[in-house]
């Protein structure tokens, strides 16, 4: 009954050259469509094949933890090994490291590919590959060769440790220190909580970027953020002037988690006690967002914006793996007839597709992921736009967009997973067809790299007020320019008027925020709605583009059914989703009064 | 971490006698708020202290199948035992089978009792009263003495044999039959799958209600689903002249599904062998809204149509189980700081529950179940209306708002077991932590008893134009009448306007529905989002009936804060949710336009 998976290499080749290139001719390089077209299904071939089968016998088995060391799953090792040997591990990590070196939006695509094809291995390589990034981008000379070229090549791991058991979004109550030593090295003690691959046994050795409190000039660990550091801790000694890797270095593994999903995904209580570290060096050029306080924290926060747009990715992974589950049962699965004679097949029964209350699960699904998929892209070529002139506005715009990726992607990831199941009655419910175990992996992403009540709050609290609003209203400038575009081809006119609709909303909501009267309470009240409203316009706006794209192609193309189901999933979102907006809008609004009256004991 | 279980005495005395009694006097019969009090403060001690301690292992230990029996995990044959032993299994049953007697709302309360301190515990129990209740309307009189009365005393337990491999909702395609032999007997032959409780070790007896086709006048299995019958077979033959119990009976279990949760109760796949089978009787008095071509299968849908209300009611209880864990939580967990000084508590962060997006989610949890819970017991009343003159209009509103209550509770309660989880950020992923597995357990609800997309069809196809569309116009008068009476209380009649207003989009949604012009896709592409609607309004109703309730007791009430507490929940539930109809309606007018162009294979 398990679906085989299929990547989607088709839709990337459409997204890539056909709705990206034109708009950001630089993010493809020299790639061309064929170039493109090989490499993904090269990499197509490795996932579905090599790693796919490992993702169910991984959760069946989950991993173990005996004498103080953790053992990964049945098949990890070899699965891991054949993903470095076969460089997927590095598709888009620079040549001078060892990396592949090919466009970010290629690895991103491998990305999704890996994620779908078995997460909780995956994940492993996604936090070694966050890591390498943030030790090239803030590590010292010595490290840039002993470090990250063996992190590239998969020889070590990478792990991020910022949560604690009594803390997670709440950094100022950290209790991990590290102080400096007479020699001049610094020494890292504390424990660490929910850290992803924090041990493993598919590589020889594991660098932890661990977030401490450091003294202040007085010898004070303070209560506030402002002394907050970003340490290198390796799992084994690594001799700063050979790269030779020594004895083991005070990290311990304290426990491993028994988690709802991800068994294969090793999540790890992880004890520092006395272990050398090396502090991590300020981004050179930190983004515009980020609060006054967490000066000591941009590679960080450089850090968990990568981990939040990859989050988004996996769950675009995970739609995707769940409306292949999805699509096969509703194609095939025989129960009742069509509504209308002319559709039935003839037989006993027809196939449960003939259904309307089905094809909405599956065009709810399909609209959402494909959109993402999009919008993913997008959000990518904006944070990497090469132009000087335009390149802080796109990166402002890059750093909007990411809180609603993360959380709007991952809310929506689950909703597929569970639309899929709920496709499927009893039958979605039963281990073995695969999609029960989806709904339990994808949970995670609404929870981890910040829950996604936390990404709210950065929109509402952070990036929207940025530069004055700046970056919402460049953002829906580009939403405008989309719209303009559509209003030149008469099918999609009422779609272009129907997004500014929407884009007025927006607009609305984020004065209503603004606004200087408002209660304190406010902005957490409504925060979470208005990222849905952000998220199901950035959607729109993606369907909108490719609606564009698709309709001039299509009287001469190939790929002519390819491009009449982008079209009809575009005209699903535009009549079923789009419109809540103004529900939400409405939501927004209402604020914190109805919320706040209760005294807390009467909860 | 995990959350004690804490039954909700006081707001059944508060529903039972405040809300409901007033209205439905007969209800209680005689049973005082002292007596109801009484009854329910011992139930919840049984529940809380016996019963609730075995749900979480179980879910680890999971059922055993071995050399063709089944196992149910440690500590559930002593639970049941208890059970039956205290009489909680049997409160509401008929004293003439041994059973307490007392009001089927006093049962219902200790239904969800038992669902919330172990629901795969309680199933046992729950379908074996659903099963005695059919056996007693549609048996033959040997069955009352020899077959009932061992069940409700709990030394039986009774299973509802429907779905088979390849057909669950379209039962035109069973392939389970029944003969009659020469001798007058009958024998059934088939596999059912999906059996909850199909073989257990709890009871020296199982009954199974069995769905078989039977030949018709020629010989023949038709097609239709005109020769379907209901059956009783026992797994161990009964003498019918002494009751003694015989051997073996042809029943055999051919396998136990691996599921995503509710591990503890055993799901089985049942093989029936030339097994001995007795033919019920039609139901005397079967609901009006049946399909003419199941004439054969009156009992089979009152046993649907219980288990569809007791569905709903398991959906109130992991809510109840949910919102525990995440209101302790939030009241305990420390993290940033109010929004508000003057909301500080001083220490280094306060609890969550200072933040608004917190407190959205616990009220969010809390209006539902509570409004869910007053509805469920409203609508028991509705069934169960002893004066003639209004009973076949009572009960046709308690026929269109049980798949209401399946569909809308099931899917609110499992939104309301993420938002716990969500609320717990990361903590809520682990198992030890008690919600991940309520998240689990409740994804059925949505399943079983007919997936939720079937409820919304029945709602939509056949209580709507039922009669003419009389059930509705009923229930919206009943709606009206509360609205009346909210109008007589200033601070009410905010909450009376809007709900006049949803009820006019409910009036116009059915009617877009009733259009003759309709096109035949658009009931079903539009059902689930008017069922949504109903579950609002259905809501809103209730929450207006408590506030009308709860406002004149105010002034002069022991229970000042438990009142507060409902009217700030009902402020939440009309500022928050009711306006979602507007944005509903929308959509159901969208129809099926945007969902079948799209040809099969396309998908």
Redesign the interface.
Known sequence: MSTKYKAPVDDYVFLLHDVIAPVAPHALGEMTRDDTRQVLEQAARFFEEVWAPLDGPADEEGCHFEDGVVRTPDGYRAGYAALCEAGWNRVSAPEEFGGTGLPELIGQAVHEFTASACNSLGLYAGLTGGAHATVSRNGEPWMLQYIVAPMVEGRWAGTMCL?EP?????L??MKTRAVPQPDGSWRLNGTKT?ISGGDHDLTENIIHLVLAKVPDEDGRIR?DLSTVRLFLVSKRVVDSETGALGGPNGVVVAGV?????LKGSATCTMSFEHALAYPLRESSQSGGTQRKTSAGMSGMFDMMNSARLGTGLQAVSSATRAYGHA?DY??ER???RA??AEDRTGG??D?I???????????KQ?SFLEAARALALHVRTLLDEPDEAIRANRSAIGSLLTPVIKAFFSDRS?ESA?DA???M??H?????NGV?QL??DC??F???EG???VQ??DLVLRKLPAAGGRALADFLDLVDATASEAEQQEPLRAYAEALRKAVQEIRASANWFADPARD??????S??DFLAMMGIVACAWMWLRMSNVALPLLPHADNK?FL??KL?LA??WF??EL??V??LR??VE?G????????????
Not at 166 to 170: A, E, L, P
Not at 257 to 261: A, F, I, R, S, V
Not at 353 to 363: A, E, F, G, K, S
Not at 428 to 432: A, L
């Open positions: 949560t009594h803390c997670g979004t709440d100022r109550l929910f209560e988690e028994h988690k709802m999903g699509a509703a194609r025989l129960a009742g509504a209308k006993a029964a196939p597709v003939v259904h309307p209350d089905v094809r909405r699960l599956l065009l399909a689950f569970n199941m709920q496709l009655g009893g979605g419910y039963i281990r073995d029960e709904v339990r949970r995670i609404q929870l981890y829950a996604n009540g709210a709050l304190p309470y406010d902005a957490g009240a925060s979470s059914q009449e189901r009809e005209r699903y009549a079923r419109p809540l103004f529900a409405e939501r209402t914190a009064a109805c919320l706040m009256a209760l005294p807390a004991d009467q909860f």
